[in-house]
């Protein structure tokens, strides 16, 4: 006979390996996003800074959406926010179809919108969602595995992108587009949106799959670990707000997350771009080196989690964005193909800090995490507004030039990881019979 933990572990899989899959979905539409700002530049023949819209319009719909998404959470239960929000990123993707025939760059802009605002709730719902699929003790365990299979995802969708959507670029410049007959020019459009079109309405079929699997199953029920009346997060809104704002590891834990996001966004979405105008490389060859990016993002995911074995999150943290910073100042001083190199070791740098900035920033939190989650997913916001920046910077200077301003964004990174340590009596070494400093990342 299988006992009461079999049934409970056999009852909880196949909800955990739902939710798993959306942790992939959003890594998937993530960084097939990412060339977009390189692919509306060229179809419209548009300056880097109006392109670099897509990225507004995406991470903008995080901002506005991740609070909402916690009010859902809280009001209803985490399985209605995945639904939610798989429901509006279905609408989102199935929008790039219209959008396709009337070859509009606003249209374009909303279906991203439509689609980022459902991943935000999905984002903000289904990392609680993990949390809470068991006993507290080795929740972020639980979350680390999940959190393991977005890097899938972003490989996923860099390999989409290269293969389906920027080799089927015309090749003709902005001068040559300028010269063509207006018929010519549609032509060649409507080719090139008809390939951005097809992966996201297919993929939006992904989406309503997941959709109907997880609507089709009974979830876990949450597991509670305090009565209702000593849980803090029950006062209200605005005391849950003003604790949150007096936790100066949260509070500087949103800065340093925001310029993380930023950081990420930046490199990710203007490293075609930089191989293009250091190298003359051409689209298809330039967006491999992003896909290289996604591959050590993912071996280096698992790589840091070993290390964190050894040596305490806050630590690597601060050498890894130190490190980052570098390897953007070099690739903005020595533009070419080493330059290249340098932003692709850029992603074994990224790949710690999201999970470990949001570990820290939501410590000792309590039912206070529910709230404090959206105000750290809002944080994307900063892949909204910094990828205009460089993109400015871009059109003024040139692409080598404007990854100063990546370079940048990663010295709040260190300044957080150096902050934790100081503030911590634990030492900066840990050994791996502790388990407990290698779960507390993600």
């Known amino acids: ?12 899989l196949l909800p955990f390996i739902l939710l798993v899959c959306c942790f992939a979905a959003w890594g998937v539409v993530a960084t097939m996003t990412d060339p977009l700002v390189q692919v509306f530049s060229t179809v419209f023949s548009m300056s880097t800074l109006q392109a670099s819209l897509v990225q507004f319009a995406y991470y903008g719909a995080y901002f506005l959406l991740a609070l909402p998404a916690a009010f859902i959470n809280q009001r209803y239960s985490y ?94 410049s902005s001068a040559e587009r300028a010269a063509m007959t207006q018929a010519e020019l549609l032509a060649i459009r409507s080719g090139e949106l008809q390939a951005v079109m097809l992966p996201y309405v297919g993929f939006a079929f992904v989406l309503l799959a997941i959709w109907i699997g997880i609507a089709l199953t009974r979830m876990p029920a949450r597991e509670k670990t305090e009565a209702p009346a000593a849980q803090p997060g029950h006062d209200g809104f605005p005391a849950v707000f003003r604790r949150l704002m007096r936790n100066t590891h949260y509070r500087w834990g949103v800065v340093a997350l925001f310029f993380y996001i930023a950081a990420q966004t930046c490199t990710w979405t203007f490293t075609i771009q930089y191989a293009q105008q250091t190298t003359g490389a051409d689209h298809a060859t330039a967006g491999y080196y ?29 050498l890894l964005g130190a490190t980052a910073a570098g390897l953007c100042l070099y690739a903005a001083f020595a533009p070419g193909l080493s330059g290249v190199w340098a932003l692709v070791a850029v992603s074994a740098c990224l790949s710690l800090m999201f999970p470990t900035i949001y570990g820290i920033a939501l410590m ?43 370079g940048l964004c990663f010295l709040p990174v260190v300044a957080y990881g150096l902050f934790h340590l100081s503030t911590s009596k634990a030492g900066p070494f840990a050994f791996r019979s502790s388990a407990r400093e290698v779960a507390e990342v993600l």
């Open 79 to 172: 399985k209605t926010g995945v639904l939610v929000g798989l429901g509006l990123a279905i609408v989102g993707a199935l929008l790039f179809y219209p959008a396709s025939l009337a070859m509009t760059y606003g249209l374009f802009l909303l279906a991203l919108f439509t689609l980022a605002g459902g991943l935000a709730i999905l984002e903000t719902s289904a990392n609680p969602f993990v949390i809470s699929m068991g006993p507290e003790g080795n929740a972020t365990r639980r979350l680390n595995l999940a959190q393991a299979f977005n890097p899938v995802g972003t490989n996923i969708g860099v390999l989409l992108a290269a293969t389906l959507i920027l080799p089927n670029l015309h090749a003709a």
């Open 364 to 406: 000792g939190l309590g039912e206070d995490a529910k709230f404090a989650a959206g105000g750290l997913v809002m944080t994307l916001l900063g892949g909204a507004l910094m990828p205009m920046v460089q993109g400015a910077a871009i059109d003024a200077f040139g692409a080598a030039t404007s990854f100063v301003v990546t």
């Open 1 to 12: 006979m299988p006992t009461r933990r079999e049934f409970v572990y056999r009852d909880k």
């Open 290 to 318: 992003l896909q290289y990016s996604m591959i050590v993002f993912l071996v280096a995911r698992f790589v840091a989690t070993w290390a964190m074995g050894y040596v305490r999150p806050s630590i690597l943290l601060a």
